[in-house]
């Protein structure tokens, strides 16, 4: 099986980024919802327009993974946006890294992972954040692994379902936060 390939989405990919994030969180977390709730929240949250602004937002980087000629996963980048005290607006955030089942646990995930991080810190240091759900152990392991520790948590909602989220944080290198 070939590697997979992982470049930055183009603006005029907007219909894609939003196809593959709507299928990766069905695929992902689909069954935790009431099929019409999670159908107006993938509607909502991964709807062209928006995806059309986050790949035109310079503050923000989409990532996708292709593989035999089919998107496979991607990640999203940008300002830290989670409800956490801390949070300041020099920090960084990985919103979303997705990887349809099949390219799990294969490297596709670390690599995808590296490139969204450097890029977060092209400019220089600063703290980076991640929100995960409470139950995703494989996950908090895998950021655990990578400078990330918990610093709190919140509800992320989906329809009527609020999940426990945990707010993961890896400091920027010599600071004092």
Same mark, same amino acid.
């Given at each position: 099986? #070939?590697?997979?390939?992982?470049?930055?989405?183009?603006?005029? +990919? =907007?219909?894609?980024?939003?196809?593959?994030?709507?299928?990766?969180?069905?695929?992902?977390?689909?069954?935790?919802?009431?099929?019409?709730?999670?159908? =107006?929240?993938?509607?909502?949250?991964?709807?062209?327009?928006?995806?059309r602004?986050?790949?035109?937002?310079? =503050?923000?980087?989409? *990532?996708?993974?292709?593989?035999?000629?089919?998107?496979?996963g991607?990640?999203?980048?940008?300002?830290?946006?989670?409800?956490?005290?801390?949070?300041?607006?020099?920090?960084?955030?990985?919103?979303r890294?997705?990887?349809?089942?099949?390219? #799990? $646990?294969?490297?596709?995930?670390?690599?995808?992972?590296?490139?969204?991080?450097? *890029?977060?810190?092209?400019?220089?240091?600063?703290?980076?954040?991640?929100?995960?759900w409470?139950? $995703?152990?494989?996950?908090?392991?895998?950021?655990? !692994?990578?400078?990330?520790? !918990?610093?709190? +948590?919140?509800?992320? #909602?989906?329809?009527?379902?609020?999940?426990? +989220?945990?707010i993961?944080?890896?400091?920027?290198?010599?600071?004092?936060?």
């Amino acid at each position: 099986m #070939q590697e997979p390939i992982i470049r930055r989405a183009r603006p005029d +990919e =907007a219909e894609i980024v939003a196809a593959i994030g709507a299928r990766t969180f069905s695929e992902t977390f689909g069954h935790l919802y009431p099929a019409h709730e999670l159908a =107006a929240f993938l509607i909502e949250v991964y709807d062209v327009e928006r995806a059309r602004a986050d790949l035109a937002d310079p =503050a923000k980087a989409t *990532w996708l993974v292709e593989a035999g000629g089919e998107v496979v996963g991607h990640a999203l980048v940008g300002p830290c946006g989670l409800p956490h005290p801390e949070v300041t607006p020099a920090c960084g955030e990985l919103k979303r890294l997705y990887l349809l089942k099949p390219w #799990q $646990n294969g490297g596709t995930g670390r690599r995808l992972f590296a490139q969204a991080i450097d *890029w977060l810190l092209a400019d220089g240091p600063r703290d980076l954040w991640i929100g995960v759900w409470s139950e $995703n152990h494989g996950a908090q392991r895998f950021y655990e !692994r990578h400078g990330f520790a !918990r610093a709190g +948590e919140y509800g992320f #909602q989906v329809g009527s379902t609020t999940d426990r +989220e945990f707010i993961l944080r890896r400091p920027a290198h010599g600071s004092a936060s």
